[in-house]
């Protein structure tokens, strides 16, 4: 079992839905971060969180700390969201960050 | 900022040849990572810095991977001798002091052996 998983591995949208990513690990973390990988390969950090919820524009990010999982949401998706999406959870400053497989998103006009 | 910076984008080579990978990480970053993506395997962790100290280095493959940090700005990937199955695309990624800073990513190194 891996210790970072996400689901689904796959997604297909239309534009304007409403996407949840989920992120569930079973290791003490103390910080998880939201990545996207565009087509074209580059790395972008969305969200680090260690407790709550973070918003930045159409994505929400939320951790349950007790439950170890994770939530990615983009409310009103738009074709440019089509992209992967990976968790990584980091155990201590010092530790591995150990990332998901991936949620590959694709968003249809 | 200019952000993480590797070079080069892109590399053919033949198998044999020794490869260097080379990052200039975020100034006033104390972390530096070295990470591997391939379809097979996704993103994998090889190595990462704290201070310019390897701090672990349980994933790099074998030892004919080997990183350098010689001062906060620079840190080297080495390969040799390459093989194909080290075809790969490599990050580096740096962030500030602590787990609660964000990872910044380099624009990665396309590597291919033939």
């Known amino acids: 079992k891996n210790e970072v998983e996400q689901s689904p591995q796959n997604l297909t949208a239309q534009e304007g839905e409403f996407i949840t990513i989920n992120c569930s690990y079973s290791?003490?973390?103390?910080?998880l971060h939201w990545l996207q990988q565009h087509p074209g390969g580059g790395i972008v950090s969305l969200f680090m969180?260690?407790?709550g919820k973070k918003k930045h524009g159409r994505l929400i990010a939320t951790i349950n700390i007790q439950e170890k999982h994770s939530s990615l949401h983009i409310t009103a998706s738009h074709p440019r969201d089509s992209a992967v999406y990976i968790c990584?959870?980091?155990?201590?400053?010092?530790?591995?960050?150990?990332f998901g497989p991936g949620t590959s998103l694709s968003v249809i006009p | 900022d200019a952000g993480v910076i590797q070079s080069p984008r892109h590399e053919v080579t033949e198998m044999g040849q020794e490869v260097t990978l080379r990052c200039k990480p975020i100034?006033?970053?104390?972390?530096l990572f070295w990470y591997r993506q391939t379809m097979m395997r996704g993103l994998e962790l090889l190595i990462y810095?704290?201070?310019?100290?390897?701090?672990?280095d349980s994933g790099m493959p074998e030892d004919r991977f080997s990183a350098k940090m010689p001062n906060a700005s620079f840190s080297t990937l080495k390969i040799q001798p390459s093989e194909p199955r080290d075809s790969a695309v490599y990050f580096c990624?740096?962030?500030?002091?602590?787990?609660?800073?964000?990872?910044?990513f380099g624009e990665g190194s396309w590597l291919t052996v033939v």
């Open positions: 990624a740096s962030r500030g002091q602590g787990a609660g800073n964000t990872i910044y």
């Open positions: 290791v003490g973390i103390s910080a």
């Open positions: 969180l260690s407790s």
């Open positions: 990584a959870a980091a155990k201590t400053s010092y530790d591995k960050v150990i």
């Open positions: 100034s006033g970053h104390n972390s």
């Open positions: 810095f704290n201070n310019n100290v390897p701090i672990d």
